[in-house]
């Protein structure tokens, strides 16, 4: 096996098919953002605190789903048990949230799960993550902003009370309802984020501490209402679990994507002054006290009002009318446009600095890539995106679209934890270095038995690409330690990485045997058998492994680590898997539709244009070697 320069001239027949297999495959710099071969890329300001991160964060969490889902959720699935939805919901977000804090301090870059993909999985993978991420942040900022606009009209006095120029109206002889408000909210929010980030996220934080404050006020009132009636909703013949615990279950999925906004928090990563301290902090207190939150104004409206009754459009400001205080309606429904405000600046802020680390890899146009001098922020990719999300906001109700946004958070949340695994068990031993160090690669003396394991490298195009090194190595090795065979260095990674495949694959079969009702009872069973087995194989398997030493120097050191690795992590997968086969043949059907556009994009530009086409992989012990200067972007 041996090191070469991955390029892309392919040849005919089976070269060619190998080398856009390899395209696929191919990882980046720890942080590339800052080291390339085109030159330094423009960085984004060091401007983001602790008070900051808690600011983005929960103000990307707690939106609508408060004000509206708990009505919804506790009348069909959850009854009085609504605050166990929620907590069961929290601890799965919590998952994915551990395995977003440890990659969000080791690899402090802008991306997000895009950035980890590409370093940990490959190109192709980050590639459609990105993707699917520019799908989640368009749609979810247009589906907020459709919302505002008839909150905005009930404090004003009711539907019609907004100003002709803001209200919406239907298009005559068309079935479409235009909806101004929304557009000029999302616009006005896009000028906001071209100002700065801390200016902008100092806006946030405003609005966000208003809406908690009237969660609070909705806590503490009805608290003191539920005392004096005698907590009515839980006096009830039917008991806590009037749906049975599968109802609670059923509801903690509905409410699961309540938790999504700390991905955002871990999209600013470089924007943050101290990321390995601030990032998993900010993430898991934005989580914690949006968790919060949620489970006490659920305990307190349930005993307002019992489930069956509530209104499952404006469940809080009801329950309060129905004991005498209608002002308070008032200043429920000015919370309700206050959080989604908050979460509008959350969907639209992550999304330029997605295609800002997509454009820097030249993965799309170095258009994205722009970094305004005097704000330090993304500009063009910040107009761009609130372009379309006004436009969207502007001509559809894309709320039947909203499933859309799903698929690009589980896919995030799935790839994080395989990331996870890949950095604990088999992180990459060799990186990308341009191909104009050549020459001083081929001068380095590398050592014969030194240890490879990548697989795009080791058996690439021999035929037309010179090997750098040869390496011999046995498949075991006999040592004292406790008179018997281990494995060696190589091939313990070779089986870490068959078995992270193997959890993966089983955890997929498993969900989707789980979920599908029409198969045959033999053949479902089956499919969880397997599924199972792969599953409990890789985790045993992991489970014994000893994790890989590099990982302590795999990306920047003296972070957070997640715990209970390798069960967190395929516990995380098993729980995404599990929504995203549930989402429905409909939303996977539209959500094809754009990752289809998305590969012909990826074929005829991103392939061409990647920053890693002619990039030469060296072991990751000889990069100062040939180039001191690199030594910033490895850890």
Same mark, same amino acid.
């Given at each position: 096996?041996?090191?070469?320069?991955?390029?892309?001239?392919?040849?005919?027949?089976?070269?060619?098919?190998?080398?856009?297999?390899?395209?696929?495959?191919?990882?980046?710099?720890?942080?590339?953002?800052?080291?390339?071969?085109?030159?330094?890329?423009?960085?984004?300001?060091?401007?983001?605190?602790?008070? &900051?991160?808690?600011?983005?964060?929960?103000?990307?969490?707690?939106?609508?789903?408060?004000?509206?889902?708990?009505?919804?959720?506790?009348?069909? &699935?959850?009854?009085? +048990?609504?605050?166990?939805?929620?907590?069961? $919901?929290?601890?799965?977000?919590?998952?994915? $949230?551990?395995?977003?804090?440890?990659?969000?301090?080791?690899?402090?870059?802008?991306?997000?799960?895009?950035?980890?993909?590409?370093?940990?999985?490959?190109?192709?993978?980050?590639? %459609?993550?990105?993707?699917?991420?520019?799908?989640?942040?368009?749609?979810?900022?247009?589906?907020?902003?459709?919302?505002?606009?008839?909150?905005?009209?009930?404090?004003?006095?009711?539907?019609?009370?907004?100003?002709?120029?803001?209200?919406?109206?239907?298009?005559?002889?068309?079935?479409?309802?235009?909806?101004?408000?929304? +557009?000029?909210?999302?616009?006005?929010?896009?000028?906001?984020?071209?100002?700065?980030?801390?200016?902008?996220?100092?806006?946030?934080?405003?609005?966000?501490?208003?809406?908690?404050?009237?969660?609070?006020?909705?806590?503490?009132?009805?608290?003191?209402?539920?005392?004096?009636?005698?907590?009515?909703?839980?006096?009830?013949?039917?008991?806590?679990?009037?749906?049975?615990?599968?109802?609670?279950?059923?509801?903690?999925?509905?409410?699961?994507?309540?938790?999504?906004?700390?991905?955002?928090?871990?999209?600013?990563?470089?924007?943050?002054?101290?990321?390995?301290?601030?990032?998993?902090?900010?993430?898991?207190?934005?989580?914690?006290?949006?968790?919060?939150?949620?489970?006490?104004?659920?305990?307190?409206?349930?005993? %307002?009002?019992?489930?069956?009754?509530?209104?499952?459009?404006?469940?809080?400001?009801?329950?309060?009318?129905?004991?005498?205080?209608?002002?308070?309606?008032?200043?429920?429904?000015?919370?309700?446009?206050?959080?989604?405000?908050?979460?509008?600046?959350?969907?639209? %802020?992550?999304?330029?600095?997605?295609?800002?680390?997509?454009?820097?890899?030249?993965?799309?146009?170095?258009?994205?890539?722009?970094?305004?001098?005097?704000?330090?922020?993304?500009?063009?990719?910040?107009?761009?995106?609130?372009?379309?999300?006004?436009?969207?906001?502007?001509?559809?109700?894309?709320?039947?679209?909203?499933?859309?946004?799903?698929?690009?958070?589980?896919?995030?949340?799935?790839?994080?934890?395989?990331?996870?695994?890949?950095?604990?068990?088999?992180?990459?031993?060799?990186?990308?270095?341009?191909?104009?160090?050549?020459?001083?690669?081929?001068?380095?003396?590398?050592?014969?038995?030194?240890?490879?394991?990548?697989?795009?490298?080791?058996?690439?195009?021999?035929?037309?690409?010179?090997?750098?090194?040869?390496?011999?190595?046995?498949?075991?090795?006999?040592?004292?330690?406790?008179?018997?065979?281990?494995?060696?260095?190589?091939?313990?990674?070779?089986? $870490?990485?068959?078995?992270?495949?193997?959890?993966?694959?089983?955890?997929?079969?498993?969900?989707?045997?789980?979920?599908?009702?029409?198969?045959?009872?033999?053949?479902?069973?089956?499919?969880?058998?397997?599924?199972?087995?792969?599953?409990?194989?890789?985790?045993?398997?992991?489970?014994?492994?000893?994790?890989?030493?590099?990982?302590?120097?795999?990306?920047?050191?003296?972070?957070?680590?997640?715990?209970?690795?390798?069960?967190?992590?395929?516990?995380?997968?098993?729980?995404?898997?599990?929504?995203?086969?549930?989402?429905?043949?409909?939303?996977?059907?539209?959500?094809?539709?754009? %990752?289809?556009?998305?590969?012909?994009?990826?074929?005829?530009?991103?392939?061409?244009?990647?920053?890693?086409?002619?990039?030469?992989?060296?072991?990751?012990? &000889?990069?100062?070697?040939?180039?001191?200067?690199?030594?910033?972007?490895?850890?």
């Amino acid at each position: 096996m041996g090191f070469m320069v991955d390029t892309q001239d392919e040849g005919g027949g089976g070269d060619h098919s190998w080398g856009c297999l390899r395209t696929l495959i191919r990882r980046k710099q720890v942080d590339s953002s800052s080291n390339g071969e085109t030159g330094i890329h423009p960085q984004l300001a060091k401007a983001l605190t602790f008070p &900051h991160l808690i600011a983005i964060g929960v103000g990307s969490t707690i939106g609508a789903g408060v004000y509206i889902l708990v009505g919804t959720v506790a009348r069909e &699935h959850s009854g009085p +048990a609504l605050a166990f939805s929620f907590l069961i $919901a929290g601890i799965s977000a919590a998952l994915s $949230a551990f395995c977003y804090a440890e990659l969000s301090s080791r690899f402090p870059s802008a991306g997000s799960a895009y950035h980890y993909s590409y370093i940990c999985i490959g190109e192709g993978v980050a590639w %459609l993550i990105g993707w699917a991420l520019i799908l989640e942040y368009t749609i979810g900022g247009s589906t907020v902003a459709r919302g505002i606009s008839p909150n905005l009209a009930m404090i004003f006095g009711g539907e019609d009370s907004l100003p002709s120029i803001l209200s919406r109206h239907q298009i005559p002889g068309l079935d479409i309802v235009v909806d101004p408000c929304a +557009a000029v909210l999302v616009l006005v929010v896009t000028g906001l984020l071209c100002i700065g980030v801390k200016e902008s996220t100092f806006a946030q934080g405003i609005v966000t501490t208003a809406n908690v404050f009237v969660m609070l006020f909705v806590i503490v009132v009805g608290s003191y209402l539920c005392f004096k009636t005698g907590w009515v909703g839980y006096e009830l013949p039917t008991g806590y679990f009037p749906y049975g615990v599968d109802g609670m279950l059923t509801g903690s999925a509905t409410v699961f994507f309540a938790y999504i906004g700390f991905d955002t928090v871990a999209s600013m990563a470089e924007e943050v002054k101290k990321p390995q301290r601030d990032l998993p902090l900010g993430i898991g207190l934005s989580l914690l006290l949006s968790c919060l939150l949620y489970m006490m104004v659920s305990v307190v409206i349930v005993g %307002l009002v019992p489930y069956y009754a509530m209104d499952p459009d404006t469940p809080i400001s009801s329950a309060f009318s129905s004991h005498g205080m209608q002002w308070a309606a008032y200043l429920i429904t000015l919370g309700a446009v206050m959080a989604l405000c908050s979460v509008l600046m959350g969907s639209i %802020l992550p999304q330029p600095r997605i295609l800002m680390a997509m454009a820097r890899d030249g993965l799309l146009p170095s258009f994205f890539s722009n970094v305004n001098q005097r704000t330090q922020v993304p500009i063009n990719g910040t107009v761009i995106t609130g372009c379309c999300a006004a436009n969207l906001a502007f001509f559809m109700d894309v709320s039947q679209l909203a499933g859309m946004v799903s698929v690009g958070t589980l896919v995030a949340f799935t790839m994080v934890a395989v990331s996870v695994l890949i950095v604990r068990y088999v992180p990459p031993d060799e990186v990308p270095l341009p191909s104009s160090l050549q020459e001083r690669i081929c001068s380095v003396p590398f050592q014969s038995g030194e240890e490879n394991s990548s697989s795009h490298v080791e058996t690439s195009i021999r035929s037309t690409q010179p090997l750098l090194y040869e390496t011999n190595a046995s498949i075991l090795e006999k040592q004292e330690a406790q008179g018997g065979w281990i494995l060696n260095k190589e091939n313990r990674r070779k089986l $870490a990485g068959w078995s992270i495949m193997f959890t993966c694959t089983g955890n997929f079969l498993l969900s989707y045997a789980a979920s599908s009702f029409h198969l045959p009872g033999l053949l479902r069973y089956s499919l969880c058998g397997v599924g199972g087995l792969f599953l409990l194989v890789g985790l045993i398997v992991l489970s014994c492994l000893d994790q890989d030493d590099a990982r302590h120097s795999f990306g920047h050191s003296g972070g957070f680590i997640c715990p209970f690795v390798p069960l967190l992590p395929i516990v995380c997968i098993l729980i995404n898997m599990y929504l995203l086969v549930n989402l429905g043949a409909g939303t996977w059907a539209r959500v094809s539709v754009w %990752l289809f556009i998305g590969v012909l994009v990826y074929i005829f530009y991103g392939r061409r244009n990647s920053a890693l086409v002619n990039a030469v992989y060296v072991p990751t012990a &000889h990069t100062e070697e040939i180039s001191p200067t690199s030594r910033d972007s490895l850890a």
